[in-house]
């Protein structure tokens, strides 16, 4: 999502992408440098631990300074927290009055000020049923939320170029799964909450986000049935089947063949055994250091709290396909 251009400023050369993310314990960075091909190679990643704002950016500037991060385009990439996402009716307008018709619709439907909100929007596949409307996926976030990240981003030296959200960046590392052109979901669990992404040839058909993350799942023991976290494991399935039925039923799709799981920080193959023993498809876990071209080893942990940004510097691949 490429919002608040007038913060973006140019520069003459570009040796790669940065992807940059504020999280409320500390800063997630991914960088990638440009081949001779034009392609990227993910060449360091890591979670830098930072509690206080200030502490944040004295950390990026650090980082920024040792990496010459001036040299690259930064895409910064919001937290799920730092937005909502609202499905809406297409406005029946003139494509240059959309976002005013958006403003208008979704006014009711988010808990901060409109007139204090930055809009944008995707449209999502039309559904086969007969008469279905042609719907769109609004992002509105607080502009006050935006606009201090930004300007850490542009006091550590760093050159802004795209702000982006954790669909479209988890939708870019899909897109390297083998299963990419049949389709595939893709599950990326935090501590207290998980987001589900199915997508196809770069297309996203769900993005669900629910409030189950992997503490509930008491995952420091192997799964079983009777165990008294039982329920949340059945939950955490039953989401995920609910959303692969309906977008086989309401898109008209062939079946997804499989479930795509970002590695935890620790004991991923507890949550696999669940997710196989409660699913009609296999779940499997993904190592995004071997999905990419990458240089570098990158642990379960720094897969976790990094996925978005790793897939931030993916953008560009996207965009030219």
């Not at 500037?61 to 919001?78: I, M, Q």
């Not at 870019?172 to 599950?187: F, Y």
Request: aromatic share 6%; proline share 4%; net charge negative.
């Amino acid at each position: 999502m490429q919002l608040l251009k007038k913060f973006f400023r140019k520069k003459t050369i570009c040796k790669g992408i940065v992807g940059i993310s504020f999280l409320q314990n500390g800063i997630a960075v991914a960088i990638s440098n440009y081949l001779e091909n034009n392609k990227l190679s993910l060449v360091h990643c890591e979670f830098i631990d930072s509690g206080k704002p200030e502490d944040q950016l004295d950390s990026l500037t650090k980082l920024a300074d040792r990496h010459n991060l001036a040299e690259y385009d930064c895409h910064l990439v919001l937290t799920s927290d730092n937005y909502r996402r609202i499905n809406i009716e297409a406005p029946a307008v003139a494509k240059n009055e959309t976002l005013e018709a958006i403003r208008w619709k979704i006014n009711e439907l988010i808990d901060f000020p409109i007139d204090k909100a930055v809009i944008d929007y995707y449209e999502t596949p039309m559904a086969v049923r007969a008469n279905s409307s042609k719907m769109l996926e609004v992002i509105a976030s607080p502009i006050d939320v935006i606009r201090g990240q930004v300007e850490k981003c542009a006091q550590a030296g760093l050159q802004l170029k795209v702000i982006d959200i954790q669909e479209t960046t988890l939708r870019n590392l899909a897109v390297h799964t083998p299963e990419n052109k049949r389709g595939i979901a893709l599950l990326y669990l935090l501590e207290f909450s998980g987001t589900l992404l199915i997508q196809k040839e770069t297309t996203i058909y769900v993005s669900r986000k629910f409030e189950i993350g992997y503490k509930r799942l008491d995952l420091d023991r192997p799964y079983s049935s009777d165990s008294p976290v039982a329920n949340a494991h059945n939950n955490l399935a039953l989401e995920i089947q609910r959303s692969l039925d309906y977008v086989e039923s309401y898109y008209g799709i062939p079946p997804i063949p499989a479930l795509a799981v970002i590695p935890l920080a620790e004991n991923t193959h507890n949550l696999l055994d669940s997710l196989n023993s409660n699913l009609g498809i296999t779940a499997r876990m993904i190592d995004l250091s071997t999905l990419i071209d990458c240089d570098i080893l990158v642990n379960d942990r720094t897969q976790s709290l990094c996925a978005p940004v790793i897939g931030a510097t993916l953008r560009h691949a996207i965009e030219t396909a």
